[in-house]
């Protein structure tokens, strides 16, 4: 089994690559020299022995000089995909990301591809800013996840892969309801409504559907849109019938005169909200908003 097989095959049940070094942080190499007569073989397992002790900037010197001096030979596509890791390692992920875009563009067909795809995706992952930021980085790692997912699908890379898309979602409609948040507070309610509507119909399973439909009742009635408030916390009231956010939104119902008397109480089990048919399509909660809206 060739090195760099072996060293993808470590890393297949880990969340993230770190788990390989069993160093806390990255060493720091001053200028590394590298003996380029030592031949491809020579050079590249000097290159893993390097990634192992934590010499990154060592490692990836070793892994360049095979591609530059030996070109043709067994050697070069996995220098140049360990290159990639070694970049990864030094947190240097915009490096990475471009040297694993040549591994894949020369080496399309490759066995350890389903390896390449992962690892830059990882690169764009590691890179998610904060929800107070803007989060075209998030939408990013979730296109190179979606594709890792999509192309190997019944890979141990995909199942993590597909894990991290959720927390992607997550994290994107966690941005939404902190905008939410603040036109709220700002009183442009219908803005506020326009990000909260977008969780609950893009992201209705993260963990953030809950406020949503529960700041959508509360707007609906400071607006005086009462249908809207009671269908809204129908749908709020069957999917979450136990969430504090239900409980909010029922007593400002009762507080408003505005209550259904169909309505379950908090922590009670309701009937199915008017017209949610059951598909083979989104997820209930989608079927139910999408039907009373």
């Known amino acids: ?22 160093f806390s942080s990255s060493k720091s190499d001053q200028q590394p020299v590298v003996r380029a ?3 491809p073989e020579t050079l590249y397992n000097n290159g893993i ?16 000089a095979i591609q530059q001096n030996y070109p043709y030979s067994a050697w070069t596509s996995n220098a140049q995909l360990m290159e990639g ?16 875009d040549r591994f894949l563009q020369l080496h399309p067909t490759s066995k350890d591809a389903a390896y390449a795809y992962y690892l830059r995706a990882l690169c764009y992952y590691e890179q998610i800013a904060d929800v107070s930021r803007d989060q075209q980085g998030t939408v990013e790692a979730m296109s190179a996840l979606n594709e890792v997912a999509t192309r190997f699908p019944d890979s141990a890379y995909a199942r993590d892969a597909r894990l991290k898309i959720d927390l ?16 709220e507070s700002q009183h442009y309610y219908e803005a506020a409504i326009n990000r909260y509507q977008r969780v609950v119909q893009d992201f209705q399973t993260t963990n953030h559907t809950a406020e949503a439909l529960s700041r959508l009742v509360e707007l609906y009635l400071k607006l005086g849109l009462t249908d809207q408030a009671r269908r809204t916390a129908s749908v709020l009231g069957y999917n979450y019938p ?12 009762r507080s408003a005169k505005a209550l259904d008397p169909h309505m379950p109480e908090p922590g009670t089990s309701g009937p199915v909200p ?20």
């Open 1 to 22: 089994m060739a090195p760099v097989t072996c060293l993808a095959l470590l890393l297949a049940g880990c969340s993230t690559l770190d788990a390989i070094n069993p």
């Open 85 to 100: 890791y070694a970049y990864y390692l030094q947190n240097s992920y915009p490096d990475a990301v471009s040297q694993l």
């Open 49 to 64: 022995d390097a990634l192992h002790t934590g010499r990154y900037r060592l490692a990836q010197a070793q892994f360049e």
């Open 242 to 253: 136990g969430s504090p956010w239900y409980q909010t939104s029922y007593r400002e119902l």
């Open 168 to 183: 992607c979602r997550d994290h994107i409609a966690g941005k939404e309801m902190l905008v939410g948040r603040y036109y």
């Open 37 to 39: 007569d030592q031949g």
């Open 274 to 293: 008017a017209a949610a048919v059951p598909t083979a399509h989104p997820g209930f909660l989608g079927r139910a908003w999408n039907s009373v809206f």
